[in-house]
C-alpha cells in the first residue's frame, strides 16, 4: 500500500526540496508513516538544512551498501529520512532502480516522497516509473523566461503518459498565479495534448530562510502563514487522491482475497498449511461483513488491513495463489504469498 510521490523542478532551484521535505513532513503530522527519500544535490539537500553528517547515503542504499536501518534516519514518530551526504557518489539510473526495488524493506511505507534530481536526467526514470503521483515544481520566473516550457515538455517525453501535477512555488498575487496556471494548462494540455494540469501554487513567503537559520520544517516555524495553509491543502490533495485510488479497487481485492482462502481452507490436508480452522473462519468472517456492507468503498482501508495483517501474522502460512487484481496490486506486501 505504498504510495511513492516524485517531486522534480527545472534547473535554478525553483523549491523542490522545500516542497517535498514540508508536504513529507504534514504527512507525518496526520499520521501516516512517511520516508522522505533524497535522491538530488546533496549541497543544497538535507545535510545542508540540517547541518548532519548521515553514516549512509541514500546511494549506498540503492547499491546494497548498507541496510533500510543503517540509512534512515528517524526524524520523529511518523517521518523518516534517506539522504545523500557530501561525499555520496551520484545516483544513476541503475541506482535508481535498484533503490525503488528495495522499498518494501522501509518500515514506514504510507507514502515514500522522492526528491528527484533537477532538470530531465535519464537517472528520472525508474522513478517516475514508480511514482503513483508526479509533480513538478516550477518558479513564475521560469513561466515567463520559458524554461518551464522545455522542462514540462522533456519531463512529459520520459513519462510516457503519465500524468504530471504541476506546481507554481513562490507564486507572485492569486490573480497573476491563476493566470499563469491557465497559461500552462493551455499550451501543453489543450495545445499539444500533455496529460498536466497546474495543480497548486504556493505563495512567495519571506520567513522561509528562517526555517533553514532555525534548522526546522517551514511548517513548524510558521504553520499560520498562507504559504503553510496552501502545503497543508496540498498534502491533504495528495492524500484524498490516494483514499480515491485504493478505496475504488477495494471490492475486488476482498472478493479475491475471500475466494484464495476458501481454496484454500478446502484443499488444506493438501498444502498441509499451519493455520487452524478457527483463524480462517475469523478471516473469512471480517472479509463478508466488508463485502455485505451497502457501500464497500466507504470501508476504512487502512483499519481494514491492519486488522487482517494482524490475523496473517498468525498465520504465515495462508497458502493463498495470488491476489487477481489486474496484477498490479497486492494489498499485502510484506505477506509472500505460495503459489
Known sequence: MCEIVAFTGGQGAPGRTFLS???????????FGVTFVELGNSKTGMCSYFGIEPLHSTYDFAAGLCSAEEAVIHCGNNLDLIVQSDEASIIGEREN???????DELQK???????????????????LDSASNVLAVITPEQVEASESFRFIRNLAD????????????????PELAEIMCNRLEHDFARMLGIPMDCAWFVPEEPSVPEARDARVPFITLNPASETSLKLVQLATAIEFATRERYQGRLR???QALLVDLQRENIGREKTCCAAGLEEYHCLQKTLMEALSA?????????????DVREIMEVSRNLGFDHIRCNGDFN???GVNFAP
Open 252 to 254: 475486488q481485492v476482498l
Open 21 to 31: 521535505f514540508n508536504i513529507a513532513t504534514i504527512l507525518g503530522f496526520m499520521g
Open 109 to 127: 511505507t504510507d507514502f515514500i516522497i522522492a526528491d528527484a534530481p533537477e532538470g530531465v536526467p535519464d537517472s528520472l526514470i525508474p522513478v
Open 294 to 306: 451497502d457501500e464497500v468503498d466507504s470501508v476504512d482501508f487502512r483499519n481494514f488491513y491492519r
Open 97 to 103: 532502480k535498484l533503490l525503488f526495488d528495495r522499498l
Open 331 to 333: 494489498a499485502f506486501p
Open 158 to 173: 520520459i513519462c510516457r503518459g503519465k500524468h504530471i501535477h504541476v506546481i507554481l512555488n513562490r507564486a507572485p498575487a
